[in-house]
């Protein structure tokens, strides 16, 4: 017989060992810790299309060639705008559609091009992130008004329809955009409608999604949120309401404490941090700081460490790598061996065409990857 206070011991030590394996066997399903790194597209998200040039610009788009160059880079995922603040999708989405009181075609395209390209991406086993915002699409007033979001104010009345909705202070003084505020009930529900059905159409196919525009506003209101039947839990849930085990982010930001949560989550429900920066070094008042790294900047316990930043001039921009081969290597390989993940935001053409030059660099760098000796590439 085993003695009681043998036994007890035994018994917690017994719990702290399942407790254990169930963390580690946990993180290992954490696909993000070892995707190495990956791709972003910021698809005609800088465009003001109208209905018939949305159209025809994702009807041009060729999937397989896209996959194929995606699939030539080793890139563990893509993160892919479904769309952004001029409030155009490259998806129907009939929720959306209800509430702006249109046809699909309007604000939406006809062909389902995020479908084709989470079918493309999973044959070649890529993961596919869909980015989204959390806040209505900020350049058009009748859009933020019909999704039912917080209208931009002056002084804390709404603004109007003549002001211009990305207008700044100093220009309108007392004026504050609609994601510089709180969002309200009554948004959250449109916009859990908007995005659960996205989400339950795709399901295992989306891997993650990456929501932009989660100002402090909309953290700082979280609370007060939870006493109202829709609040940011709802809108999360009908996120989640296609693949519970999606990862998540909320963005703020370029700016390290803020992307890469250095002072706690900006949302209770975040998974990977946002990680938006320039470099991959931190920016100081005298030029470049710390290496930005998971050791330099620790995520929250529980959250992935994650970086993401323009490979080329900029967000959607360039023709050409801005970094060279061995440095991106070893940034990414350093980066991985602490936990971390690293996604490069790439310039894509309406049909899905990435610059040739761009192509070249990442495709040396996985060639570089696959010099090593047991065969295996490094990320």
């Known amino acids: 017989m085993i003695p009681r206070l043998h036994f007890k011991h035994w018994f917690k030590f017994a719990i702290l060992a399942m407790t254990t394996i169930a963390a580690q066997a946990a993180d290992k399903d954490r696909w993000l810790k ?47 705008v479904i769309g952004q603040h001029w409030g155009r999708y490259c998806a129907p989405n009939k929720a959306y559609e209800k509430l702006l009181g249109v046809e699909n075609g309007v604000w939406t395209s006809k062909r389902d091009l995020i479908m084709e390209i989470s079918d493309a991406l999973q044959k070649r086993k890529v993961k596919l992130i869909i980015y989204m915002t959390a806040r209505a699409p900020m350049r058009h007033y009748k859009v933020i ?16 329809s003549k002001i211009d909705t990305m207008s700044h202070p100093r220009k309108v003084p007392g004026f504050l955009r609609s994601e510089n505020q ?67 982010a909320f963005n703020a930001g370029a700016h390290p404490i803020l992307s890469l949560c250095t002072k706690g989550k900006l949302c209770p429900h975040q998974t990977f941090t946002s990680g938006e920066n320039h470099n991959f070094y931190e920016k100081t008042k005298k030029g470049w700081g710390k290496p930005l790294t998971p050791k330099n900047f620790p995520a929250p316990e529980g959250v992935v460490w994650h970086l993401l930043m323009p490979l080329s001039k900029g967000w959607g921009a360039g023709t050409e790598s801005k970094f060279e081969v ?54």
Not at 203 to 230: C, I, S
């Open 182 to 248: 709180a969002p309200n009930p009554t948004f959250l529900k449109n916009w859990g409608e908007v995005c659960g059905e996205w989400s339950r159409r795709y399901g295992k196919k989306v891997n993650g999604w990456w929501f932009d525009g989660y100002k402090t506003e909309m953290r700082d209101a979280y609370a007060d949120l939870q006493k109202h039947p829709h609040n940011v839990d709802t809108w999360v849930k009908q996120v989640l309401s296609g693949n519970p085990d999606a990862e998540l």
């Open 326 to 379: 061995k440095l991106l290597k070893d940034r990414i390989d350093l980066i991985n061996a602490e936990g971390g993940a690293v996604t490069f935001d790439l310039p894509i053409a309406s049909d899905g065409t990435i610059p040739p030059k761009v192509l070249e660099t990442l495709g040396k760098l996985a060639r570089e990857a696959a010099k090593l000796k047991d065969g295996t590439r490094s990320f």
């Open 145 to 160: 008004a019909s999704m039912g979001d917080t209208l931009p104010s002056i002084n804390g009345k709404p603004a109007g």
């Open 34 to 80: 070892s995707s190495g790194y990956g791709l972003m597209f910021h698809y005609e998200a800088f465009v003001n299309h109208n209905p018939k040039s949305l159209n025809e610009a994702v009807d041009s788009f060729q999937v397989e060639r896209f996959a194929d160059a995606v699939a030539s880079t080793k890139a563990g995922h893509v993160i892919f």
